[in-house]
Structure formats: structure tokens, C-alpha cells
């Protein structure tokens, strides 16, 4: 199933166990669903009503008004589920037509017709569904009835003589979805199959079905660590001349000062390059906002709510800053000026598509994410012109490729959003690289010709790309979330063939631990892939995970440098570091993630701790609520789930929801959680290190602290705990003095 989602509603969940095999291997023309679902896909006050409508009924032949269902539930079927929508279906009933196509791909309603009539039934648990098929090629039952038999999270109970078929009272409480009464279709032939089937909404529908999904996801590596999609970026160069990457993130463009000596590097980089004999290649610079520019973005899209003539103020702010930088780097010739005219003009032009927008968002009392997106992403357009025309002027061939006209991101949810760096509650959006590579190539071809012969000896030749915005495939803005900059550094270097990716920051690479929370910290100078993944995954801020993606699938080695320090070495980032490279001993670097709650589920002995787990890390799948440690008391059956502050409450209320069945049966003691945490981490090559485990206990009980959970990755590459949030700099300054610093003794 291709679809990018993992959980879908429960009619279409259930049906789509069985129709995905039929798909694969005969093709579907139409699909007719007759839908028959329980009280519960109501919730507990559905189940109730109709418990104490039927009870009401067998002592005083009366069923009391209904409060939940359109109609009385009790000796009744009601065929109304959701909202009439304009063609005389129900939004429950169009979903299933909308999700279907989504998750098997299907073609427009001209080519597949899919529909559903959804009625409620007065059973308590368990939906059930008869569906009829016309196939694209002859289907024989006998072979469906075999086919099925094998189909993962499928069970056939297709025995009429028996009286053997799908009932709900049967599949209620089981993870497989029932099938059967499977027989040829009259109305359709050789080409039309008609089967009943039976499914637990509150398990296949809204929890195993995520699961069991999100598993197939990661076989078929729909979403890998290291995506096919961009493994196969580099295939085919965008151009036949050699590339090179640099990307200066917003510290390093703090004002003018700092945009002229991330000039001067690629004007001294490119000197050194001519007195070679082989061809300077082109510049590919990418670029983050002025330093500080995108929060305030996103602090003037959420004043524009509520008060839109304050946010507007907060954008001129915007404006002056980048006015400023424009004038000290453009003004003084007359070239300089038409250029600085020129930059000042379209800066007033988006200024006011913002207003506009802003009081739109005033008016309407909401910010859609398209806007946001168009909003947060306005600094990386100006400061890119405003690089480009600065190059030019300084003698470079040099153009702009506003990044929201080649890079195509997938549609995020409106649960994506702008999460602050260091945070637990990060997103990143999916990028189209097939439809991302034939846009560029039409950009190189039709807009980059002042490139083409720029690098056969000539001056230095420079496309500024715009960092962190993209696009969605209907042309809408869209960014790549925070710390996109360097995703969009990767990705453009995965599209060009280029074998090193410069990040230029304000630090000497990265380091073994924050800096300003331990004042030993060093630089690491040869990390792996993975053990930068694990870095960043557990707080460290230099590096977004995502950004490494590109460069992992392609061999492409990132180097981490000084701006203000450019002869220092830096940090490299590479697939297969070199042992005589690597810094001994078994801990790189601590970590640390401020802001965490643990989210507890207290199952008692109602059922196995891997299905509380199983159930409760897929509803937050569902909520995108990022899981960044899970703990377990197997004879407790309770597990506790660590969590970003900011989605605690709509992390308890998700799992509330999902299991407010066993709430209502005490079958689950609660569900809360507890906040005033940090998560501290050690990364490294930990396998088969003895002590590792011991050193890092003892120095968090060195400064009195306690830990409240712990966990250690499979791939020994990490060990976390939980700590108290006011103690967690403490113990980080610690950990790291056993680890890594003279005299530590494991390290050495």
C-alpha cells in the first residue's frame, strides 16, 4: 500500500485488507461497499446509549430519546454516518473513495468508481462491510479463497454448510480482519466478486492497521534511512560541469560584515581552484535566513490572529533588517544602487502579498499552513537576491534559484509544523525527487546560462539557492521544516553529483557537548553517518537527522567548518570513517533534549505490555507526536513514553481516546503524564564496550540526580535516561568529564 499515511479511517482500514491482494493480482474497475458499523465507531457514549436504549426497551418497551445518534439505535439501522455532502453521500461514505485511491494509487473515478453507503447497526463492537467487485481480469473465487488465505492480517471464514462466516460477535477482540461468503458476482461475471467481511474497528481500524503498515513501509523502504528515491538522486548530473556545495547558515549571515566574508571564502577558494589545471567548478551556495529572521516571521504570522497591525509593524522590523544589510553591501556605486533598487522594490512587492495575508489571518482567526509557510521562508528569498547582486557586483557570475521553483515536497498535514531546534517535536517534509530533478534541469538549461561558460577558467560562478523553502506539488509555498537550510544543502548536492558538502556555521564543527553547557567540549573530527544521526536525533542542534539522508544514500561526505575560522578542519561526516581518523574510545559525544514529559499508560493486567506499546505508539503516529524513548513494566503491563512538553496534553487526550473502552471497563488503571524532564544521551560505537553503561550512571548520581527511565538503542550506538530538568546540565557537564575528558578512563 503506497499511501503516505499510516492510518486511515476504519471502514476503509478493514476493507482494505482484503481488497489490497485482489488489487495486485487481478485489478479492480468498481467497487461497491455496503458498510455496517458497530456502536463503538461512535465511542463509549454510542455503546452506552445503545446498551441502555435496549435495556430500557425489555423492562418498559420504551426507548429513550437519543442523544448520540441521529435516530434510536436499539431494533433500528440508521443509514447516516458524518455529514450529507452535495452528492448525497456522507463524508464517511466519500472517504472511503478518497483513502482507497490514496493508499492503492488508483486512477481518477473515470478509470476505477469506488462507492459507499455507511449505515450504523445496533452491535456493540467490530464493523462489518459487504463489497462487490468488478476485476480487470477473470477472478475465480476458489483462487481469491487461497489468495486471501495467505494475506497477512487476513483470516477466511468461508464455510456456509457450517454456518462458518464473518459475524462481528466473532471478530470483536481479534487483530485479523474476517473474510468470506466469497462468491462469484451475477451482476458482473467472470469479471465480478462479491465477499463479506468483518473487522475490530478499535484494533485493526485505529491502532495494528498503523502498525502493521508502518512495518510494510520500512520493508519496502517507502521510508528508509536512506530513501531509494535519493540514492538514485545522482544518477544522471543536472549539468556536465563539476559542482561544489557550500551552504552558510543564518549565525554566518548575521549582517553585512558576515555576507562579505562568506563571500571572500568563495572568492579565495575559487583563486586557489584556477591555479589548477582542471576546470573551477560552479558554486552551488545555499542559504539560511538572517540569524534570528524566522522566529520572528513566525512570532508576526501568530500576532496577525489576533492583532494584524501589530504583526505588520513586526515585518517592517523584517524589512529594516534586511534594508540595512542590502544598503551596506550594495550602496556606494551606481551599479550598486540600481541593483539595490532593484532588490528594495520586489522586497515592498512581497511586503505587501504578506499584509495582505496577515489580515486575512486577522480576519479569519486562523493562519493556514500555506501561509505560514509563504511567511517563514520570505527571509531566505531576500538575503539570497541580496547575496547574488553582491557577487555580481563583486565580479561573479552569479544567479538566484528561488528554491519554491524546482523543489517539490509532498503535501504535509496540519499537524507539521515549525518545532524550535534542540526540541523532540521536529518535522521535516518529504521531498519529490523525480519531480524536483526535471524542474531543475529546466532551470539550468533556460535561467542559469550566464553559469554555462562562466567556469572554463572565468570568474567565479555562483547559483544562490534559496535554503528551507520548497513547494508542493500544486505549486503552493512549503518549507522543509526547521533546520531545512541544510536539508536543502544535501538534496541539491545529491542532484548535482557532488562528492562534499561544505556547511559553514559559527562553531569549529561538531562538538562532544554544547559548548556553553560544558566548557571542555571539543570538536569530534570523523563522525559516521549514523553515530551524526544518533547526535542529532538526541539534541544535538548543529545537524538536522534528515539533512544527512541525501549524502548517506549517495557517498556524498559533509564537512562541518568555521566561518570565521575557515583553516581549522572541521568536523566530516562520512559513511565509512577512518579508523586511524577516529578519536578512540567508545563514547563521541553527550547530549542532551530539554522540555520532556512522560506520557504513562498504567494497563494493569488487561493485556500484554507489546500491545499497550503496539496500540499506543501507533495513535501517536497517527497524531504525529514524536516518541523519542519508550520504557516498559512488563508486570505492571504499563509502559511510559517520552514526549516533547509542548504535545503532552494532546498526547494523553490522543490515548485516552483510543483506549477509552478499557478506561470505562478499569482495564486501564490512567493515563497521564509528568513533566519537568530533560533526556540525556551518549552516542558512540558502544558494542561490545564494557562499563559504558556504568560510567554514565555514575555521573548522573555524582550530582545527585535520579533517573526516571532508561533506554539503549539496538544498535548500541546510544544509551539515554531521563533526568530531572533542573539538574540535566549538571549531569551533561558530568557524563561528559567521565567520558571524555583527561583521566576519564574508559575513553582513553
Same mark, same amino acid.
Given at each position: ?82 455529514? &450529507? ?137 517507502? &521510508? ?42 568563495? &572568492? ?120 547574488? +547582486? ?29 518545532? +524550535? ?20 534541469? #529546466? ?24 535554503? &528551507? ?79 544527512? #539522508? ?56 488487561? +493485556? ?128 561528559? +568529564? ?11
Amino acid at each position: 500500500m503506497d499511501g503516505a499515511r499510516l492510518t486511515w479511517t476504519s471502514t476503509t482500514a478493514i476493507g482494505a485488507m482484503a481488497l489490497w491482494p485482489i488489487y495486485k493480482n487481478y485489478g479492480l474497475r468498481k467497487v461497491i461497499m455496503s458498510s455496517y458499523q458497530a456502536a463503538s465507531g461512535a465511542g463509549a457514549e454510542g455503546m452506552t446509549e445503545l446498551e441502555e436504549g435496549c435495556a430500557s426497551y425489555a423492562t418498559t418497551k420504551d426507548i429513550p430519546v437519543p442523544s448520540v445518534f441521529a435516530h434510536p439505535l436499539p431494533f433500528n439501522v440508521i443509514p447516516h454516518i458524518d455529514k &450529507f455532502q452535495p452528492n448525497g453521500y456522507t463524508k464517511e461514505e466519500m472517504k472511503v473513495s478518497w483513502e482507497l485511491r490514496k493508499i492503492f494509487g488508483l486512477p481518477s473515478d473515470d478509470e476505477v468508481g469506488i462507492s459507499c453507503t455507511a449505515v450504523r447497526v445496533p452491535t456493540l463492537r467490530a464493523h462489518a462491510e459487504s463489497i462487490v467487485v468488478e476485476t480487470e481480469v477473470p477472478v475465480d473465487p476458489d483462487d481469491v479463497r487461497e489468495l486471501l488465505s495467505s494475506a497477512p492480517g487476513v483470516r477466511v471464514v468461508d464455510n456456509p454448510e457450517a454456518a462458518e462466516y464473518p459475524m462481528p460477535l466473532n471478530a470483536a477482540g481479534r487483530d485479523d480482519v474476517d473474510v468470506g461468503r466469497i462468491r462469484r458476482s451475477l451482476v458482473f461475471g467472470e469479471h465480478g466478486l462479491e465477499f463479506f467481511v468483518c473487522g475490530d474497528q478499535l484494533l485493526r481500524g485505529a491502532a495494528l492497521n498503523a502498525v502493521l503498515i508502518a512495518e510494510k513501509v520500512v520493508q519496502r523502504r517507502l &521510508f528508509p534511512s536512506t530513501p531509494p528515491s535519493l540514492a538514485t538522486a545522482n544518477t544522471a548530473p543536472i549539468s556536465s560541469y563539476p559542482w561544489q556545495v557550500h551552504k552558510f547558515g543564518g549565525t554566518a549571515l548575521a549582517n553585512a560584515e558576515a555576507i562579505r566574508q562568506c563571500c571572500s571564502l568563495l &572568492f579565495d577558494s575559487h583563486a586557489e581552484q584556477l591555479k589548477s589545471t582542471e576546470a573551477p567548478p560552479c558554486n552551488a551556495v545555499v542559504v539560511s535566513a538572517l540569524s534570528g529572521m524566522t522566529d520572528l516571521l513566525l512570532d508576526c504570522v501568530n500576532t496577525a490572529i489576533d492583532n494584524p497591525n501589530t504583526a505588520v509593524v513586526q515585518l517592517d522590523e523584517v524589512r529594516r533588517r534586511h534594508s540595512t544589510v542590502a544598503k551596506a553591501l550594495l550602496g556606494g556605486s551606481a551599479e550598486g544602487i540600481a541593483a539595490l533598487e532593484a532588490i528594495e522594490s520586489e522586497i515592498d512587492q512581497d511586503r505587501a502579498r504578506i499584509c495582505s495575508a496577515l489580515y486575512t489571518a486577522g480576519t479569519m482567526q486562523l493562519a493556514p499552513l500555506p501561509l505560514v509557510d509563504y511567511v517563514a521562508g520570505i527571509s531566505e528569498i531576500w538575503t539570497a537576491r541580496i547575496l547574488t +547582486a553582491y557577487l555580481q557586483l563583486q565580479g561573479a557570475a552569479s544567479v538566484m534559484l528561488d528554491a519554491r521553483k524546482v523543489l517539490v515536497v509532498d503535501g504535509a498535514d496540519d499537524h507539521h509544523q515549525l518545532s +524550535a531546534k534542540g526540541s523532540v517535536a521536529g518535522t521535516t517534509a518529504a521531498p519529490l525527487i523525480l519531480e524536483t530533478r526535471q524542474l531543475l534541469s #529546466e532551470w539550468w538549461q533556460n535561467e542559469a546560462t550566464v553559469l554555462h561558460k562562466a567556469n572554463e577558467g572565468g570568474p567565479l560562478a555562483c547559483a544562490v539557492i534559496t535554503g &528551507f523553502v520548497a513547494r508542493s506539488k500544486k505549486g503552493a509555498p512549503s518549507t522543509l521544516k526547521r533546520s531545512g537550510s541544510d536539508f536543502s544543502a544535501t538534496l541539491f548536492a545529491s542532484l548535482l553529483a557532488v562528492k562534499e558538502v561544505t556547511l559553514w556555521k559559527t562553531v569549529d564543527g561538531v562538538y562532544t557537548a554544547d559548548p556553553s553547557k560544558v566548557p571542555n567540549a571539543f570538536p569530534i573530527d570523523v563522525l559516521s553517518y549514523d553515530e551524526a544521526a544518533e547526535l542529532a536525533y538526541f539534541g544535538g542542534e548543529v545537524l538536522h537527522p534528515s539533512a544527512m #539522508e541525501p549524502c548517506a544514500s549517495n557517498g556524498i561526505s559533509l564537512r562541518v567548518k568555521n566561518v570565521n575560522a575557515p583553516h581549522k578542519i572541521g568536523t566530516v561526516i562520512c559513511s565509512s570513517p577512518s579508523a586511524s581518523k577516529t578519536a578512540p574510545g567508545a563514547v563521541k559525544a553527550v547530549t542532551s533534549i530539554n522540555g520532556i514529559s512522560l506520557v504513562d499508560v498504567k494497563a494493569q493486567g488487561w +493485556a500484554t505490555v507489546a500491545l499497550v506499546a503496539t496500540r499506543a505508539l501507533a495513535c501517536l503516529e497517527q497524531e504525529n507526536i514524536r516518541v523519542v524513548l519508550v520504557t516498559q513494566a512488563s508486570a505492571e503491563h504499563s509502559i511510559s513514553l517520552a514526549v516533547d512538553d509542548s504535545e503532552s496534553s494532546r498526547a494523553v487526550f490522543a490515548l485516552r481516546k483510543i483506549f477509552e473502552l478499557e478506561l470505562l471497563r478499569d482495564e486501564i488503571r490512567g493515563i497521564g503524564s509528568r513533566e519537568g524532564f530533560a533526556l540525556v544521551s551518549i552516542v558512540g560505537p558502544m558494542r561490545g564496550v564494557l562499563g559504558t553503561l556504568v560510567k554514565m550512571v555514575q555521573g548522573v548520581t555524582d550530582v545527585g540526580a535520579n533517573i526516571f527511565a532508561a533506554a539503549q538503542g539496538s544498535s548500541e550506538r546510544s544509551v539515554s535516561v531521563i533526568v530531572a530538568l533542573d539538574l540535566a546540565d549538571a549531569v551533561v557537564k558530568a557524563v561528559h +568529564a567521565n567520558f571524555l575528558e583527561s583521566g576519564s578512563g574508559l575513553n582513553e
